[in-house]
RNA sequence: GGCGGCGUAGCCGAGUGGUUCAGGCAGGGGCCUGCAAAGCCUUGUACAGGGGUUCGAAUCCCCUCGCCGCCUCCA
């Protein structure tokens, strides 16, 4: 059974759904105003990794996540360079999604918009109003955060403690300096929707409640982003719902900080890789599984070797899928592979249930890698003792759950469409010339290939090409 | 200031007190190969430092040092 960290509890927790077989979890989506990095790459990959491992272990998953298409940094960037709001939000929205394909990523089923929202946000405002729990003042709504008794919950400390510690001066008007808006007044110029406090948008932490509560219900399953969201933000949205008088989510589940010499990548900081830039210059597949080499709770650190290295890994993986014979793979991007699907393409039971194990201990991706290469590595043997089919049923595990894990392996010699017949005609070339021993042939042709872009391996079946 | 976390071999990175150094990458040696590539075998004797508990600690407790994060927008 599947178990998870849970934030609020600080333990590893089993994950009980609501409704049997179905998991429904929501995951705090990316603010469109710039282009994503690395750190919003990792959070993704490590909810696109839950939620496939949860259809893979039987479940139906409702995923949901959402885009957050109005907020100040959108309308300042939108003010900066003259364009409406709107532009910028579909612009950044468009480079998003665009990342999340190259990575693998499989679209959630329901990408709610803040701005598809608002008339909903205002009732939930109001009716957090009206149990005496929010406030107008001056330059907004403001919610009353004495009014949650356990407010701190997600962030392990009291209200005391975390109010003493507020490093940023607060509006003189707030009760406490823990209160957050949830309706911005508008100023002149900025985009506004109606609202019995006149117009305005909402602030940031409202949205994720309502959208949460309108598409998964209340008591939902697992809501989960990055570790910074914990707290104020998911805090924030765990008290609007409890001032509304609603169940709010089961599980809390944060994942860690990507690092880069031990500091968290961040905007501000500058120290950021654009996921853009990353995808154009390496495998994406190496990311992800950088990504899945470390816990997810745990601090990653990226830089030019650990890339490297996984490069070489998956190289390893894709090699003895190769080798081993497991036939090509389906491009599983959007879809999902089950256990019983593993199973019935023929993929070792035991190894299936370590797998299985491994994962659901908090998602131990780390483990059940090291789990797929110990297969890798069996198939191989067993490949060189010349037990084919041995080694073909390793690589079909592999593969499989490779696939779980949302990573394709490119095991496949490239098909008639790949390959002209110019590069045909040096494969049969250099295959006469090793029959005939003539060895500087043979290395000629190999470099021609090179050049063309292959990689030349010899196999009992003669001269094999693949790309570089 | 409050709270939380981290410090493991050349690098990355798991480790739930107890035979074999999780796994990957890089390096050395060997096998295979016409040479390569791919693969296999082999090689590493690590747990920040200091105390303590224990028959036994990377793993539990205490202290020290160093690093990071949250308390502000933030994946």
Redesign the pocket.
Known sequence: MLALHDTATGKVEPIVPRDVGRISMYV?G??VYDVPHL??G??ALVFDVLRRYAEFDGYEVRYVSNITDIDD?IITKAQQEGRTPEQVAEEFEGVWWSAMDSLGVARPYETPHATGYVNQMVDAIGEMASRGNAYEISDGVYFDTRAVKDYGLL???APE??A?????QSNAEKRS??D?VLWKKAKPGEPSWPSPWGPGRPG?HTECVVMSLGLLGEGFDIHG?????A???HENERAQSIAMGKRFAHHWVH?G???VG???????LGNYTSLSDFLSKSDPRAYRLLVL???YR????VTP??V??AE??LS?MD??SR?CGAGPTVDISGQYITRKDALALGALQDAVSRFCARMDSDL?T??A??GI??L??CG??A??RGDAEEARRMALTVNALCAALGITLQNTDPGPSGVDAEDDRLVRERDQA?ADRD?AR??AIRSELAKRGW????SPDGTKIRKA
């Open positions: 705090c990316p603010t750190g919003h990792r959070f940094k962030a392990l400390q403690t975390l003493a510690g507020a490093r940023v300096p823990l957050f940031w982003g990055g570790a910074d969201l707290f104020p933000h994942n900080w990507v690092t031990g500091e968290k990548m961040a905007k501000s080499r470390s816990h745990s601090p990653l650190e070797r650990t490297k290295d070489e890994a390893r090699a003895m080798r131990d780390p483990g890698l090291a290469f110990e890798v590595k191989n043997t490949l060189d090793r060895w043979a290395d990689v030349v391996e010899d």
